[in-house]
């Protein structure tokens, strides 16, 4: 079982910077790929970044790469998302999600959820 709470949302400027957190419970954290999805008022959930469990590998989606960094700390149990040049298009409610296999970028392959922190970007 992985208890997972993110943190740093916010509202931000156009153009601004914010760095998400996701903190794990459990003790097998380092086990788990884990991913950020969010979920723009009337759309589904949405892939944005994942990370695989050493670390060693990271996937984006488009409309986010080259703005957005997955990172990892296994030894602090946490995941984050710095997500700089924001976009009014990148407000959401994000979620972190940790997944005991490979992650990846469907909503479904994931095991746990995050209860998901607001960013807003004004224009």
């Known amino acids: 079982q992985v208890q997972l709470v993110e943190s740093g949302g916010g509202l931000v400027q156009a153009g601004g910077s914010l760095r998400l957190s996701c903190a794990a419970s459990?003790?097998?954290?380092?086990?788990?790929?884990m991913g950020w999805f969010r979920q723009a008022p009337g759309k589904e959930r949405e892939f944005v970044a994942s990370i695989s469990w050493s670390g060693g590998s990271t996937f984006y989606a488009d409309s986010v790469k080259g703005r957005f960094t997955i990172s990892r700390d296994n030894a602090a149990n946490t995941v984050h998302l710095q997500m700089s040049r924001l976009k009014f298009e990148d407000t959401a409610v994000y979620y972190c999600?940790?997944?005991?296999?490979?992650?990846?970028?469907?909503?479904?392959?994931?095991?746990?959820w995050g209860q998901g922190t607001q960013v807003t970007v004004s224009s």
């Open positions: 999600a940790a997944d005991r296999s490979y992650g990846g970028n469907r909503p479904e392959a994931y095991d746990y």
């Open positions: 459990g003790r097998t954290f380092s086990m788990y790929a």
